[in-house]
């Protein structure tokens, strides 16, 4: 403890004039490389930029599994009855971005506990299109649809949801 707070002044100094004191963390020590991170989400980025900003980069390679049989997601049966338990064997091929990917046993007991389809995307597929419908990192000056008060909302205005000052949302909620 002792050596630490003796150590601490000089390594302020030297973070100081390596401009690093105050900085975020440098890229290189990061743990995922950009487009594994919620940032893509937020801001993407192609690789060619990443890079430039000094970013990692990683693409899955996508590994041919062995497995009984490929099937396109249009052929799976809609309705889980129809769904043998052999679909744990099989590999799907996603119908928006054509990507293999698998059913695993506790996800095929809870859609059949739920009575859910089987889903026809892969994960990625169906991240990105849960991520679509966010409202953008973005706000607009609107009118609240009740009172009329000026607010800040990420709701655009061309958007047909009303949109409530805070005020009068709570008292509509409570
Ligand atoms: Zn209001």
């Not at 989400?41 to 490929?70: C, H, I, N, Q």
């Not at 299109?129 to 709701?155: A, D, V």
Request: aromatic share 12%.
């Amino acid at each position: 403890m002792k050596k630490y707070e003796r150590l601490i002044p000089k390594l302020i100094e030297h973070m100081k004039n390596s401009q690093e004191w105050g900085s975020f963390w440098p890229f290189a020590h990061l743990p995922f490389a950009y487009n594994e991170s919620a940032a893509m989400d937020y801001f993407p980025l192609t690789m060619d930029e990443a890079l430039k900003r000094g970013f990692r980069w990683r693409d899955e390679e996508e590994k041919a599994p062995s497995v009984e049989k490929v099937i396109p997601a249009s052929q799976l049966p809609d309705r889980i009855q129809d769904i043998p338990d052999d679909v744990l064997q099989w590999v799907i091929t996603c119908e928006t971005s054509g990507k293999s990917f698998r059913i695993i046993k506790q996800e095929l007991d809870f859609y059949r506990r739920m009575h859910l389809p089987l889903p026809r995307e892969h994960p990625e597929a169906r991240h990105k299109r849960r991520m679509g419908m966010r409202n953008p990192y973005k706000l607009w000056m609107r009118s609240c649809s009740k009172c009329g008060n000026k607010i800040e909302t990420s709701f655009a205005p061309e958007r047909k949801e009303n949109v409530y000052c805070e005020e009068c949302y709570l008292k509509e909620v409570y």
